[in-house]
C-alpha cells in the first residue's frame, strides 16, 4: 500500500507541477511580462526576475513530467523544492500572502516524497533498474 500511496502522491505533485508549465509556455512572453510587472516594485532586481520568469514555465513543466513518470524521481524532487524555495522567497518578497499557503503544501508534498523515496516502486526508476 505504502508504493501505491507514494505513486499517488507523486503523481499529485507531478501534475499540478506540470499543468502550471504547460498552462504557461504557450503564453512565456506574457507570462514573463506578468512577473516582471509583479516584482517591478520589489527589491529583487530585474535582472534576476526576466530569466526565472522565462526558466519557471520550463522547470515546472520538466519537473512535473518526470514526477509523472517517475524517472529521476529524487532529483526531480529536489529540483522541485529549489524552484518552491524560490518561488516562495520571491512571493514574500512581493507581499503576495495569498499564494504562500498554495507553495508551501506543494513544498511540503516534495518534502514528503523525499522522505519516503525508497517506496517509488511503481516508476520507470524502478523499472529500468531492473
Known amino acids: ?13 507531478g501534475v499540478s507541477l506540470f499543468g502550471h508549465g504547460l498552462v504557461r509556455l504557450p503564453k512565456l512572453v506574457g507570462f514573463s511580462q506578468w512577473m516582471t510587472g509583479a516584482f517591478a516594485k520589489s527589491m529583487l532586481p530585474l ?3 526576466r530569466p ?7 522547470a515546472e513543466f520538466t519537473i512535473g513530467l518526470l514526477l509523472m513518470l517517475g524517472l529521476f524521481s529524487g532529483k526531480a524532487i529536489l529540483a522541485g523544492i529549489i524552484v518552491m524555495l524560490l518561488l516562495i522567497f520571491g ?4 507581499e503576495n500572502w495569498e499564494a504562500l499557503p498554495s507553495q508551501i503544501i506543494h513544498a511540503l508534498v516534495l518534502i514528503l516524497l523525499l522522505q519516503f523515496v525508497a517506496s517509488n516502486n511503481i516508476s520507470l526508476d524502478k523499472l529500468l533498474s531492473k
Not at 500500500?1 to 505533485?13: F, G, H, I, Q
Open 47 to 49: 535582472h534576476l526576475v
Open 52 to 58: 526565472f520568469s522565462y526558466v519557471l514555465p520550463i
Open 91 to 94: 512571493t514574500c518578497m512581493i
Open 1 to 13: 500500500m505504502t508504493d501505491l500511496s507514494y505513486l499517488l502522491l507523486r503523481l499529485v505533485a
